[in-house]
């Protein structure tokens, strides 16, 4: 739905076998090449590990911005809270487009995810 000019909200609500869920998010125009985002999302899936429900919550705050239109940048941070892993990760990458059919991005993640379960600790640091 658009607020202003500027200014957009989104949203959904689900219900399925494993429960509700929902998306929130927001976007707003900081210029003509720069968009500020935030988004939550509640889902309820299935996990691989154990084969038990799990609730989680996701919260992404960031921009984008184009420099041309074959160059764009994004840096990001998420929060991740619920019954798998927790914590924060750090998020940054630079995307190119050299032809029309030709796309070469680059991406950064840094971060610390804790299982409040097993308190096992997962340091990600991951190059794309």
């Known amino acids: 739905m658009r607020l202003t000019d ?8 689900s219900e399925g076998d494993l ?4 998306k929130l998010g927001t976007e707003y125009l900081y210029s003509d090449r720069t968009t500020l985002y935030s988004n939550y999302s509640l889902e309820n899936n ?6 038990l429900l799990a609730r989680r919550g996701k919260m992404a705050s960031g921009f984008r911005t184009r420099y041309s239109d074959s160059a764009s940048v994004y840096a ?8 798998g892993p927790t914590g ?12 029309d059919r030709v796309n070469f991005g680059a991406k950064l993640d840094l971060g610390t995810l804790v299982d409040r379960v097993t308190a096992a600790e997962l340091e990600r ?4």
Do not use: C, I, Q, W
């Not at 500027?6 to 609500?13: A, D, I, K, L, S």
């Not at 299935?46 to 084969?51: I, K, M, V």
């Not at 990001?76 to 019954?83: F, N, S, V």
């Open 6 to 13: 500027r200014f957009n909200v989104t949203g959904e609500v």
């Open 19 to 22: 429960g509700p869920g929902g």
């Open 46 to 51: 299935e996990r691989t590990d154990n084969g």
């Open 76 to 83: 990001e941070e998420r929060y991740t809270h619920g019954d």
């Open 88 to 99: 924060l990760m750090h998020s940054a990458g630079v995307k190119l487009v050299v032809f």
């Open 125 to 128: 640091t991951a190059v794309a």
